[in-house]
């Protein structure tokens, strides 16, 4: 099971970066699959979560109505488009998958490298 991820880079406030996270040794739209980000200092957090078979998807309060996950389950790859980024979404985003759940509630038991967003000016 490999997961591997990118896309990241420097934006500026207000703008916008799509990550992408391909997948390899399983089918991610049969389980939940999501993106978690960590900044300096703070603790991991779940961004957004999607069960594709189930059509499920589920956001953190911080990037409702600005962060959108979908996946394009022929390339086996999932995405987060971000918009509207703000100077406190800079972090190093991690794609996850609960291996064999299709629960978004389940603790990710499979990780891709991070890749790293900043957001400034």
């Known amino acids: 099971v490999q997961l591997q991820a990118s896309g990241g880079g420097l934006v500026q406030p207000g703008g916008s970066l799509k990550l992408s996270c391909t997948a390899s040794g399983f089918t991610l739209w049969h389980y939940a699959i999501g993106w978690v980000r960590q900044a300096p200092g703070k603790e991991r957090e779940r961004v957004a979560c999607?069960?594709?078979?189930?059509?499920?998807?589920e956001y953190a309060d911080s990037v409702k109505d600005r962060f959108t996950i979908s996946t394009d389950n022929a390339k086996n790859t999932v995405y987060l488009q971000m918009n509207n980024l703000r100077p406190e979404d800079t972090a190093v985003y991690y794609c996850?998958?609960?291996?064999?759940?299709?629960?978004?509630?389940?603790?990710?038991?499979?990780w891709g490298q991070g890749t790293q967003v900043t957001v400034s000016s």
């Open positions: 996850a998958t609960v291996l064999y759940g299709s629960d978004c509630s389940m603790k990710y038991d499979a």
């Open positions: 999607i069960v594709s078979t189930y059509g499920n998807v």
